[in-house]
């Protein structure tokens, strides 16, 4: 059985794995050119979003609860994702 403790490690590795993609593209290619601030807000992001769903988890006990708020949240950290990326909504939190 996995403990609490070892969730929240398992969010911090998976944050930094994912991180760690565009860190190595970078090296290979020009396209991919994120600044520290970049990494910063996709590191708050991401774990911000596992954090989200960790509490969802410890705090909500019907499943399909669970899956829908999880579910949410990661809703909601796709569309600030896309919005970020490439100005989707055009909004000045874009910097449109």
Do not use: H, Y
């Amino acid at each position: 059985m996995i403990t609490k403790n070892q969730r929240l490690g398992g969010i911090l590795l998976t944050v930094v794995i994912l991180l760690l993609i565009p860190a190595v593209a970078m090296q290979f290619s020009e396209e991919v050119n994120w600044t520290l601030s970049d990494f910063v807000i996709a590191a708050v992001l991401l774990f911000g979003t596992g954090l989200s769903c960790e509490l969802v988890l410890r705090n909500v006990r019907r499943s399909r609860s669970r899956l829908l708020i999880c579910g949410l949240i990661l809703a909601a950290l796709f569309l600030i994702w896309v919005e970020l990326a490439v100005g989707l909504f055009g909004s000045p939190f874009a910097g449109s």
